[in-house]
Structures are given as C-alpha cells and as structure tokens.
C-alpha cells in the first residue's frame, strides 16, 4: 500500500519531502542505552505505519500504540541487523550482560531507546 501520499506528507520543498512516521512519538525514560540516527527511511516508516494500523484495530490507548510503533520500526529491516552487528562488535552485550545486543530489540527493549534527529522520513525526489 502506498504511503507517501498527502496524508503523512509534513513538508515539502522543491525535490524534498518530509513524511510523518508515527513511531518516534514514544519516550523510553528508563533506557540505559541512547542510540541517535538521522531520520527513519522508507522501511521504518513503512513497518512503523503497518503496525500504528493493526493496533489501531486492537486499541485505541495511545500510549501503547505509540510504544508498539517504536518496538517495530526503530531500525527495522536490515538495518536492524547491521547495528545489532555493531553493537556486539564493540562488546556492549557483555557490558550489559546480554547474549546479543539483538536482545535489545527482544525482551530486553526496556534497556534501549532510539531517535532520530529529523524524526521523521525525508525523502529526495522520492528516495531514502
């Protein structure tokens, strides 16, 4: 389904758009770990925006709609995966006493919060 369309455009300058992502609107205050991106891309906002949906069929407690939407689009797809790589490569699981850092994204989500400083997508004539 199409998602860069008027109803979660924000802004929009000559070849750059900026889209909403709904899921940098939850705030983990009891994280230990803070990592800091530069803007949800395409995948992010797509799997975040899937998510706000399906739980909008299940709830309408705004509060767990918008922790549901950070639990699945904060760095999801293969970017995930790639900084789950970089963590472990420079040991924070065993800082943190964790197999993975993979765990982080898991059971232990209440150890991580994630932002991005342009929270939400841009895009440059319709790319990441």
Known sequence: EEILTKDFLIE????IEI???PHNEYINPKAKIFIVGITPGFQQMSTAISEARRMLEI???INEIQYRCKI???FSGSLRKNIISM???IKLNEFLGLV?????FKDKDYL????????????VKGKN
């Not at 929009?12 to 070849?15: T, V």
């Not at 991580?112 to 997508?121: D, E, G, K, N």
């Open 72 to 74: 699945a689009g904060r």
């Open 87 to 89: 963590l472990d490569d």
């Open 112 to 123: 991580l919060h994630t932002v991005s400083l342009i929270p939400y997508s841009v895009f």
């Open 100 to 104: 993975s850092c993979s765990e982080l």
């Open 12 to 15: 929009k300058e000559k070849d």
């Open 59 to 61: 709830t309408n407690d």
């Open 19 to 21: 889209y909403y992502a």
